[in-house]
């Protein structure tokens, strides 16, 4: 006979006030939400994925952009320690 745990989904609570759970709830009625816990959850997610892609992405400026670009396309030099590794691998 096999053994099934029971695991349950992580659980997130938070205790609000009075203003706060009537803000959620009206603003879970008008986006079509049908609970206060999916409207809370799905703008906790929309946050964390935009603070996320932003702690990701690097922006450069116009000017920083073409240095950057300048730099990548001159040819790679080897230096000495890469050079000595390329000629050992190659002995």
């Given at each position: 006979?096999?053994?099934?745990?029971?695991?349950?989904?992580?659980?997130?609570?938070?205790?609000?006030?009075?203003?706060?759970?009537a803000?959620?709830?009206?603003?879970?009625?008008?986006?079509?939400?049908?609970?206060?816990?999916?409207?809370?959850?799905?703008?906790?997610?929309?946050?964390?994925?935009?603070?996320?892609?932003?702690?990701?992405?690097?922006?450069?400026?116009?000017?920083?952009?073409?240095?950057?670009?300048?730099?990548?396309?001159?040819?790679?030099?080897?230096?000495?320690?890469?050079?000595?590794?390329?000629?050992?691998?190659?002995d």
């Amino acid at each position: 006979m096999s053994e099934f745990l029971y695991s349950p989904a992580p659980r997130i609570t938070a205790r609000v006030d009075n203003d706060t759970q009537a803000l959620l709830t009206q603003a879970a009625a008008i986006s079509g939400m049908s609970s206060i816990n999916s409207f809370v959850l799905s703008a906790a997610l929309e946050k964390a994925k935009r603070l996320i892609e932003q702690e990701q992405r690097i922006e450069l400026t116009a000017r920083d952009t073409k240095k950057l670009i300048t730099e990548l396309d001159k040819p790679a030099s080897a230096n000495k320690r890469l050079a000595q590794a390329f000629k050992k691998h190659n002995d």
